[in-house]
């Protein structure tokens, strides 16, 4: 009698990733006590440890538990599985990840020549204890962005919220007053009358104006704008600045903000905190959703920010 052929060779790892190849090795239990035989139809010898094809689900001896050896009728089919789970894994993921990092839906440093967005996975916002902006990793010390105190310190949160609805009285009655107090701390230089005048006036303030250099030339709206003054005996700040007009008005607000050093925590407090934009020529308030350069906003006019309006306007 001729002795029972077994065959020889390496067999698949123990605890390797049966996802990871065309074939798996079959339990013990599903083994009868003589093993089995190869389905190969030029083999049909009987191996004791035979291997289950993943795409046909036949039975194969060591030497025809690939594909190409036994010549499988579904090759590829395993694969193509497996592909397809991944892709759907990669899919949810790629949907639960945060977004990418942008000046619309993160904080920007403080320090008016820096662009680094903070409060990311990357870049921490650190807080100053003197001044009480967010600044990133490299402007976080107090010697490297000309750290300044707080025009007053911050009482208790009734005598804020008195003071926040006094300062916007004031705001409010300022701005009803415009161009008519020469002595108010918001009030412009008188605006000439003449089409010469205006444009000689535009003219001084495009060369005085500081915007973002990386604006074309063709894209730029020059205003004058003017902050929110903390207390009634100090000076409101005011600048002469550039935007693109392509920009909308809560990015405009943000680096106005920014470049005035007024503080803006929009992102995280309520209406009687948040900064609006109030356009002196039209008398109206811009939306934070419509773009700077729709129409109604020209070059040369001016724009007020103005804390806790949104009370007033019921927004």
Known sequence: MSPISVSKGQTQPSGA???ESSFTQMADKDLESIGRHCQFEYCHQLDFLPFRCESCHGTYCLDHRSETAHR???????????????????????????????????????????????????????????????????HRLREEHDCAKPTAPRGGAAAGAQHANETLKSMFARVRTWGKDKSAGLAPTPKPTSAAGRMQQLNAMKRAAKGDAAVPADRRVYLHVAGTAETERAEAPAGDFFFDARWKVGRVLDDAARRLHVENVNNRAGEEA?????????????????????????????????RGAGVALGK
Do not use: M
């Open 17 to 19: 990733d049966p996802a």
């Open 72 to 138: 499988c009728a579904r090759a590829g089919e395993w694969a193509r599985r497996r592909n397809g789970q991944t892709s759907t894994s990669t899919s949810s993921s790629a949907s639960a990840a945060t977004q990418k990092p942008t000046i619309y839906n993160s904080d920007q440093c403080a320090h008016l020549q820096c662009k680094t967005l903070i409060n990311t996975l990357t870049d921490p916002g650190v807080r100053c204890p003197n001044c009480t902006r967010q600044y990133c990793l490299k």
């Open 274 to 306: 948040r900064l609006r934009i109030f356009h002196v020529e039209s008398g109206e308030f811009l939306e934070f959703s419509e773009s700077i350069g729709d129409g109604k906003v020209k070059s040369g006019h001016t724009i007020v920010l103005l």
